[in-house]
């Protein structure tokens, strides 16, 4: 029998760019990106304006926390009055992403009041869930009462896994671990409040 030849990633990589239906297809991809690029500047317009009218001068949302410290403090500030407009849910998603730098810890108690303020859903990856992560991130600056509050607080449902899992980095405050047990029988995230028990980290 006889063995076919072996095809390397580069042989077969110079067929396809010589294949016109593969290179249309990838000329369509390319449009399709340059579009939703497009479309996502225009969204983030708003915003970006904000911070251009403060001399903070960036491209899009998330290269805010690549700023020097000192611009960064200024920028947060901003993007933390946006998150009580009106924004698309990607938008939304960008913002948040942004509050959850280490040096973000001046608008932490914005990211509360939103926190409490928005529905739950008990939808994963959704607007508090995300805001969820980002106090999780933030979790030094946060009183522990205020975490044990809202991790008992049932009405913020399955988005409460960010503050549990801020507990658990917090368990030599007596009253955390008591808290923790207690909330391993709840429907919605009794799984996280053993695993922050155990220590472990919150990935998202």
């Known amino acids: 029998m006889t063995k076919r030849?072996?095809?390397?990633?580069?042989?077969?990589?110079?067929?396809?760019?010589?294949?016109?239906?593969f290179i249309k297809r990838q000329a369509e991809?390319?449009?399709?990106r340059i579009r939703r690029s497009e479309a996502n500047q225009l969204l983030q317009k708003p915003i970006l304006d904000d911070l251009h009218l403060a001399d903070i001068h960036v491209l899009c949302i998330s290269e805010v926390t690549k700023l020097p410290k000192v611009l960064k403090v200024k920028a947060f500030s901003i993007l933390a009055r946006h998150l009580h407009f009106e924004h698309p849910q990607c938008i939304m998603a960008g913002l948040i992403a942004a509050l959850s730098d280490k040096d973000a810890k001046m608008?932490?108690?914005?990211l509360l009041a939103e926190f409490i303020k928005l529905h739950s859903t008990g939808i994963a990856n959704n607007a508090k869930w995300q805001l969820?992560?980002?106090?999780?991130?933030?979790?030094?600056y946060i009183p522990v009462q205020t975490l044990i509050a809202l991790a008992q607080d049932t009405r913020h449902r399955s988005e409460r896994m960010g503050i549990i899992y801020a507990l658990g980095k917090r368990k030599k405050d007596p009253r955390v671990a008591?808290?923790?047990t207690?909330?391993?029988t709840d429907s919605d995230i009794g799984g996280h409040a053993r695993k922050a028990l155990l220590g472990e980290k919150f990935w998202c």
Do not use: W
């Open 178 to 180: 008591a808290v923790l």
């Open 5 to 21: 030849p072996r095809v390397t990633a580069q042989e077969l990589q110079d067929r396809l760019n010589q294949d016109p239906e």
């Open 182 to 184: 207690k909330l391993t």
């Open 132 to 140: 969820g992560f980002a106090l999780y991130r933030l979790r030094r």
């Open 107 to 110: 608008v932490v108690k914005e």
């Open 29 to 32: 991809k390319q449009r399709s």
